[in-house]
């Protein structure tokens, strides 16, 4: 057996960068599409591709922002959930939208379609921050109203938002946070 350990020492200590903290530069369309790529290398039973992406570059983003505060209010959403959202993309300058979008099929449940929608996000924060890049996985309450992300983002009725996934260069390290006790939640059946 070959163990990389460039690899293994990457994904023990990899650390989503929070949104907030991520700023200029983004990747270049070049080297977005070679995360995309990369992310996009999921289990995928049936070669479905129950996903697809949209990308929001700085202008999206605060166009994003807007549409947010003017929808929170038509639908009477909190304030501070209104902001806190329009913050998030309003100060965003790449986000990669994450869209599961399910195919009808007999042999893939739906589960395994949304489990491999979760994995590319996870996909394209990995591969962001393997190039140098820092990166987050958000939702919220925007990325669950189907009204609002069927008129932002053209989702159809049939998908939906697995994740906003916001890339940029961190302007600092976060603190590391406690991790699982895998001893305490792992069980080995002899």
Known sequence: MNTDPAVMAFLQTRRSRPAKLLGLPVPDRDT???VLTAASRVPDHGKLEPWRFVVLDGAACARMAQMIVAH???KAIEDEKITKASMTF???HLVVTVVASPKPSDKVPAIEQTL???AVCLGVVNAALASG???NWLTGWVAHDAEFVAHAL???QDEWVAGFIHIGTASSTPPERPRPDVAAITRFLD
């Open 90 to 92: 309003g100060q965003a």
């Open 154 to 156: 053209d989702i159809t």
């Open 133 to 135: 890049f820092g990166a």
């Open 116 to 118: 491999t929608a979760g």
């Open 72 to 74: 929170g209010k038509d």
């Open 32 to 34: 977005l599409m070679g």
